[in-house]
């Protein structure tokens, strides 16, 4: 974690519970050599069905390999030609030796002629840890990316420290998991699963919501893009 982030957890306000943003921070200090990457893949509406075949072997391949956290793969609720990956990895080597891999070069040119568009793919480190359990078949799965002006980034960063205490709390939240982009500081995204459309529909009308969004929504800069995806 960088020191001005370190400095930003020690200044959330007191209503929060001190002892658990604490160790919300020690973990996070402990665990930013973790790098995420989220891929979305588009493709041809016909071609659906051989996208989940081959994105759910590049799935089960991986995640035998040494360095993987995690891989996840979902399909977009509307429309549903929209992939995504979410994969996690122990570090930079990690993530760039699962790029060379074999079962990686297959997976892409098979999806090659499939492709609308080239595969677009995000980078970030972790800013609060969480063991990251793959979700039931169903769930669902939402990605958000999310630019701030620069000068706000602290505000927006202790508002969402305390928020994701506070989410992952809700009633039906399997995960809510936040990252900041590698190269573009002021650059956040956010991985969240419920069990349910209801679960997420309730805690976006709850208390921590509103006063989340009343935080972030006068600071947001030009990037604002929330998906939702049932996970496969």
């Not at 990252?179 to 699963?193: G, K, Q, T």
Request: aromatic fraction near 8%.
């Amino acid at each position: 974690m960088e020191g001005n982030d370190m400095r930003t957890c020690f200044r959330i306000p007191l209503t929060v519970a001190i002892i658990s943003v604490a160790s919300i921070c020690a973990q996070a200090q402990q665990e930013n050599t973790s790098l995420y990457a989220t891929s979305y893949i588009e493709v041809v509406p016909a071609s659906e069905a051989a996208t989940d075949k081959i994105l759910k072997q590049l799935a089960e391949a991986t995640r035998n390999e040494p360095g993987a956290v995690a891989f996840e793969i979902a399909r977009r609720v509307l429309p549903t030609n929209q992939f995504l990956i979410f994969g996690a990895w122990k570090n930079q080597q990690a993530y760039e030796a699962h790029l060379t891999a074999a079962h990686t070069k297959q997976a892409i040119a098979a999806l090659g002629p499939q492709l609308i568009a080239p595969i677009d793919t995000n980078l970030a480190t972790q800013i609060v840890g969480q063991a990251l359990q793959a979700p039931p078949v169903g769930t669902i799965y939402g990605v958000t990316h999310i630019a701030i002006v620069p000068e706000k980034i602290d505000d927006f960063y202790a508002a969402l420290i305390k928020y994701t205490a506070s989410t992952r709390q809700a009633v039906g939240n399997l995960r809510y998991h936040p990252a900041r982009d590698s190269s573009r500081p002021n650059h956040f995204s956010i991985v969240e699963i419920w069990k349910d459309q209801a679960s997420e529909d309730a805690h976006e009308a709850a208390a921590p919501s509103n006063e989340f969004r009343a935080v972030w929504a006068p600071i947001t800069g030009p990037h604002y893009d929330r998906r939702w995806y049932k996970a496969l």
